[in-house]
């Protein structure tokens, strides 16, 4: 077993103290965790630390302000707390809410019958269905059994009368146009099988539905066991954490304590999603497919996500840190020779921090002081090969809102979505080392 640094700062001193935290024996698809790949997804094992150490009781209201696929509120659930989620993106406020929302297996189990039983007649009698998305170039990302099989499973998902029933196997079918396309797995980013994969690379699309449907019934019937009994209630909201006030209007105000929360566990981007993970990207065949209403939303969620805008007047956000960092940035992007869109580098960052400052004003405003906690999950990316230490700028940034830093638990990934061998490809701006390192920080508000 390995153990990871947790430094628990006191105001005078620091102690270091050894404890797990790579859950390298705890599997990340427990319960409705593992419906869908998202990137980036944090580890379960991660919210449920955090949830049982800092929500008092079941009346401890936890808030998620970049949710992402919702598995802090699955966690939430669990535990018996009202929690809200934000997310700019539609396909993870669809999949959140999947995630959320138990639902008595039998039913699953018997529309799960009824699609593959009208799926295969109507594959043996030639039936088509004009209904893959427009915009989609179904020959160059399909091999022909799935360009054959995916409308009739969408039509028969389609058809289902129980918004929670169909919205639950709109998820099965979304996984299943991704994993039967020449998208490359590991890659979030859309990018196409090479050539000699796309040869070999035959799936059997009834099949790969079939197993997914399975898995997500039996997952969904140990949720469903475990949170009968509770009466805790998910909102996953779609909005902007820049305007929480504004999130907050959408939901019932019972579920708050005087419009506010007590906890919050998250895992914000890396940085602007252009440059590290594209959320949006990942998310558009997916959205695509399943006519998601919010199109507009679903498209723009790379430019509208935290760094997207490039800010021009770079007023101060108190972080010395962050000043050096963007500094020693700047001097090597003036120094780079060839100038693309992507030269001013140091702006990126600025825009990132910029908005995190943002969400930070609005969680102190939303937060009840002095009875709350945040649990930041963040990672250390480069950038012109410096390294932007993200745990520590958020300390600085966090001082001018009153969040004491409580401490920070370094973590070692193990088994997360990102697998590390994968990196290069997936993330650019990371070195391998810093990939599989997360920082949690913790404070107290
Ligand atoms: C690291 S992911 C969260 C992953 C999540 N913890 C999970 O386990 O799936 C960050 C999320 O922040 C969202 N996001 C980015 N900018 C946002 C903003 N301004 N408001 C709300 N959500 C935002 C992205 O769409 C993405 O889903």
């Known amino acids: 077993m390995e153990s990871d640094d947790i430094i628990l700062n006191s105001l005078a001193t620091t102690t270091i103290v050894k404890e797990d935290w790579t859950f390298r024996e705890i599997s990340t698809s427990q319960y409705t965790h593992g419906f869908h790949q998202y990137p980036a997804r944090m580890h379960p094992e991660i919210a449920k630390r955090m949830i049982e150490k800092y929500a008092l009781g079941s009346k401890s209201v936890i808030l998620d302000p970049f949710m992402g696929s919702g598995g802090v509120l699955v966690e939430s659930i669990i535990h018996g707390n009202n929690s809200i989620g934000i997310d700019l993106n539609p396909f993870a406020v669809l999949l ?66 129980n918004k929670e029933i169909k919205d639950f196997f709109k998820i099965c079918f979304s996984f299943t146009t991704r994993r039967s396309s020449y998208q490359k797995n590991s890659i979030y980013k859309i990018y196409r099988m090479k050539p000699e994969n796309r040869e070999i690379f035959s799936p059997d699309t009834f099949k790969m539905f079939s197993d997914i449907c399975h898995k997500n019934i039996n997952n969904m019937k140990e949720f469903y066991l475990k949170t009968k009994s509770q009466k805790a209630k998910a909102f ?70 935290l760094g997207g805008k490039k800010i021009n007047d770079h007023t101060e956000l108190e972080s010395p840190l962050l000043d050096k960092i963007i500094k020693k940035i700047k001097k090597k992007d003036s120094e780079s020779i060839k100038k693309t869109n992507l030269s001013d580098r140091a702006g990126d960052v600025y825009a990132f921090f910029y908005d995190l400052d943002s969400c930070l004003e609005q969680l102190s405003q939303y937060l009840k002081r002095g009875n709350s906690h945040l649990c930041f999950v963040v990672a250390n990316r480069t950038v012109r090969r410096e390294k932007v230490p993200m745990d520590e700028i958020l300390i600085e940034l966090g001082r001018k809102y009153d969040f004491k830093h409580e401490g920070t638990i370094y973590r070692t990934i193990a088994n997360k979505a990102m697998a590390v061998k994968n990196a290069p490809e997936n993330i650019s701006n990371y070195s391998s080392d810093t990939m599989n390192q997360e920082s949690i920080v913790l404070f107290k508000f």
């Open 96 to 161: 959140s809410k999947v995630k959320t929302s138990p639902i008595i297996h039998q039913k699953l189990e018997d529309t799960f019958q009824d699609i593959i039983k009208k799926s295969k007649s109507d594959f043996q009698n030639h039936t088509k269905y004009d209904n893959a998305p427009e915009k989609l170039d179904l020959d160059f990302w399909y091999p022909v059994d799935a360009r054959q099989k995916l409308p009739i499973l969408k039509n028969h998902v389609f058809e289902i009368k």
């Open 236 to 305: 996953s909201i779609l909005g902007d954490s820049r305007n929480i006030g504004k999130q907050f209007t959408k939901i019932p105000q019972e579920i708050l304590d005087n419009g506010k929360a007590h906890l919050v566990v998250t895992s914000p981007p890396y940085g602007d999603h252009g440059t590290t993970v594209a959320y949006g990207q990942f998310s558009k065949h997916p959205g695509l497919w399943l006519e998601l209403e919010e199109k507009e939303e679903l498209l723009s969620v790379d430019a509208k996500g």
